[in-house]
Structures are given as C-alpha cells and as structure tokens.
C-alpha cells in the first residue's frame, strides 16, 4: 500500500509539473507575468520567490496544479504591468500559452516512450497458449505454442510482432478500429509459417475489456503445465497435488499447456454441480494418478469450477531493445496511436458505443504505477508516458476549466471577434465544474468496484 501511494505521487507530481512548467514557459515567452506557480490547490504550505517575483508554491490538496498569470480580468494591474497581462496579450499569443500544457505532456510521452525503447526490457515472447473452444482466436487456426511473429491491417503489408505486449497492443488497436487483424504465425522454434485473419471486426463492443477477451479466446502466453502454489485446503491440495507436479492428462486427454488446463477446470460443471477430474501428472520421475474434485464459484452469471491451484511454468522470453533514431520514432508512433484511440474511446462513451468504465481514477493509477515499477525502470517509464498521453489529451476536452475549454473560448473570440462575456464565462464555469466533477465520481466508482472485485 504505501509503494502504491508513493508511485501515485511520483506519477502524479511528475506529469503535473510538466504541464504547468508548459503554460509557465509559453508564458515566459510571450512576456506574461507569472505570479504564482503551485503543485497542488489550496493552502499554500511552502513557498519561494524568483528573481522576477514567481513564486514558487507546494499546496495542501496535491492533486492537480496552477500556473496563476497576471490578468486584468482577476483584479486592478498598476500601469506599469498592463503590459504583461495575459488578457493584453494577442488571441494567437494567448492560445498558445494555454496549449502549451498538454504539448509538454505529450512531448514527455514522446521522451519516455524512447527511452524505455532504448533502455529496453524483457518481455513475454508472443507465443500463445491454447484458445478458448470456439473463440474468435480458435476459429481463425490459432494453437496453444503458436509463436505470433508479424501482424498486418489488410494481410499484405507486414510489421514485425516483437513481443506479447506488443502484440496485445496490436489486438486493441483492431478491436478499437473495428477491423481484422492479420497474423503471421509458426511453431515455438519458428518454422512453419503461415498467414491467419482474426476477424476482430466481427466483435459487438470496441473495448477491450474482460468480456472482449473472453471472446477473442486468446489463451495469454505459452507456459508449461507445472503447478506452482496450491492453496491450502483447497481441491488441489486435499487431492495432494504438490508445487512442481507436471500435469500430462486430465480425463484421458493430453495437456498440452497451463491455459488448456485452467479452461478444462472452469468447465467441469455439470448441472450446476462440480465434475471429479482424473489427473495423471509427473513428480520427481515417477507418474503419479490424483482424483480432484472442484469447488463451485459464482462468477457474474455463470457457475465455474476452481481447485485452487496456480502454475509456475517457464514463459520465454525476449529482450526488446531498440537503436537511438528507432527509439524516437516508436515514441512519436506510440504517442500518436495512444492520443488516437484515446480520442476514439472518450467519443464512444460520448455517444453510448463503449462504456464508462474505462475511466480510472487514483485508485487504478496507483495500482499499475507500482506493478509497472516492480517490472523495472523501462516498464514505468512507459507506464509513465501513457498517464502523460491520458492528461495531455484529456486537458484538451472542450469544457470549461480545461485547456480544451479555454481554447473553445478564443476560437469563439476568433470568429465573433469579442470575447466570451464575464456572464457566460460564469455559467460555463459552473457546468465545467459539474461535468468534471461526475467524471471523476464516476472514475473512483470505478476504481472502488474494481478493487472489490465487481467490475
């Protein structure tokens, strides 16, 4: 728990400084006065002043941040400072101190994407286990140890897959798009090869969530049938199934791989009620028989069995490594694709097409800010750049207290050529605030729900 509220912060106060650091150096650059700089809302607990007066502040409610401008419209400016007012300056000049934040976040994302490319990291070799029965990944000729090697949008032009998280990026990407996703597939030594479409096009919903996954059937990455902790007193256990044990049948039918066997388990039910399993399995040389007979869990709608026992076998893997120049442009590459299909899934919840709950809050950030860190520094980095994309391109909304809403004011001063009306700026203010306030509502909902285990 406290690793988890410290990566949050380091997160959090990371990508909030970058972003006001964006609108205070545009500002800069445009001779606006800045009064204040803070981390945080509120009380000011800690302060310190620049040479050209900013001061510098760290505020009670870290939880977002402020670059505070000298402006005519928040009170009286002596003369000699008119000139340094934000609202004297130029629509152009103005608009480019207010995009400034989100530039820099995404500009960030750039750097941290290339930089975790170039440090480079180990990662889950793209070799899959054994598709559910009758998935969209079973009917498309995917077997468990298929080793996925490149993908392709019209199976004509090729990309190399380097890695399961690689691949799994590919995968969102079609399901978000709505279309196919060709595969080029071999054997686990690389022979073999052959062209497969998976028609993710076919699917109803655009999120990749656990019910997306359930229908593309993927297996996740190949590991050998070796159990690893068997939870005391559960089915596993009173049968005397030990840690090591190689499972080679269940029923007669040989196992192929840790995914085949956790499939096989969920379904021993019949008529609501567990199905004894007969395990033949290898322990230290010799063949071993076990009858195991499952519990029975509720989960959503749906009875499934459970033994209570979990696999530790070998999963390859591979060193994803990129060159300088390689780096920088799979940084701009994946910061583009990101921005996009943020863009695409805010549009779809916008008109009802995905769901609300693809919004996270604190919660959630916390939670994978301390996996990521667990995983090494190339994995939150880029843990690191995707939060930078997220902010970056939910500022840019068009609503009131947002980046996105001021610029919706100066394009309206663009056109009409006068500014919004202290009126208006008041009412929308009051709608901005409401409408942040329920995305946020509803992203801690989330994140609690997720954390009970109801999501």
């Not at 590919?170 to 080029?184: C, E, I, S, W, Y």
Request: hydrophobic share 45%.
């Amino acid at each position: 728990m406290l690793s988890q509220f410290l990566y949050y912060f380091l997160t959090i106060g990371v990508l909030i400084v970058i972003h006001e650091w964006g609108h205070y150096r545009a500002a800069l650059a445009c001779g606006v006065k800045v009064l204040r700089f803070s981390f945080g809302f509120g009380r000011v607990l800690m302060r310190r002043r620049n040479r050209d007066g900013t001061e510098f502040a760290f505020s009670a409610i870290p939880f977002g941040g402020y670059v505070l401008m000298l402006n005519e419209r928040d009170g009286d400016v002596p003369d000699h400072l008119r000139a340094q007012s934000f609202n004297r300056k130029t629509l152009w000049q103005r608009a480019f101190i207010t995009v400034a934040g989100p530039a820099a976040n995404l500009v960030l994302a750039v750097l941290l994407f290339a930089a975790a490319g170039w440090i480079g990291r180990d990662e889950a070799k793209a070799v899959l286990g054994t598709p559910l029965a009758g998935s969209l990944a079973d009917r498309a000729g995917l077997r468990a140890g298929d080793w996925v090697q490149a993908w392709s949008t019209d199976g004509q032009e090729w990309e190399d897959v380097r890695s399961m998280p690689d691949f799994g990026w590919q995968l969102a990407q079609a399901v978000a798009d709505k279309r196919p996703l060709f595969l080029g597939v071999s054997n686990a030594q690389g022979h073999g090869r052959r062209n497969l479409r998976v028609d993710t096009d076919t699917l109803a919903s655009r999120d990749f969530d656990e019910r997306t996954m359930r229908q593309l059937g993927l297996g996740g990455v190949f590991s050998e049938p070796v159990l690893g902790p068997v939870t005391q007193g559960e089915a596993a256990d009173a049968a005397g199934l030990h840690p090591g044990d190689r499972l080679l049948r269940i029923d007669g039918e040989a196992v192929p791989d840790a995914s085949w066997v956790v499939q096989r388990v969920r379904r021993a039910v019949v008529d609501g009620r567990p199905q004894v399993l007969h395990v033949v399995a290898q322990r230290d040389g010799q063949v071993i028989e076990r009858e195991v007979t499952p519990r029975i869990e509720v989960v959503g709608d749906e009875r499934i069995a459970r033994i209570g026992a979990y696999f530790a076998g070998k999963v390859d893997t591979v060193t994803v490594h990129y060159s300088p120049f390689e780096s920088v442009r799979q940084g701009l590459t994946r910061t583009w694709e990101l921005g996009a299909l943020t863009v695409k899934t805010l549009g779809r919840m916008l008109v009802g097409e995905a769901s609300v709950k693809n919004l996270s809050g604190p919660i959630t950030i916390a939670k994978a800010a301390d996996q990521s860190a667990s995983l090494g520094l190339s994995a939150f980095l880029s843990f690191l750049a995707a939060v930078s994309v997220s902010l970056g391109v939910l500022n840019l909304l068009p609503l009131p207290m947002l980046d996105g809403g001021h610029l919706m004011y100066y394009l309206f001063e663009g056109l009409s050529g006068r500014p919004v009306s202290e009126w208006w700026l008041k009412q929308l203010q009051r709608a901005g605030i409401a409408v942040v306030a329920l995305m946020m509502s509803l992203a801690l909902f989330n994140d609690l729900t997720r954390s009970l285990g109801l999501h």
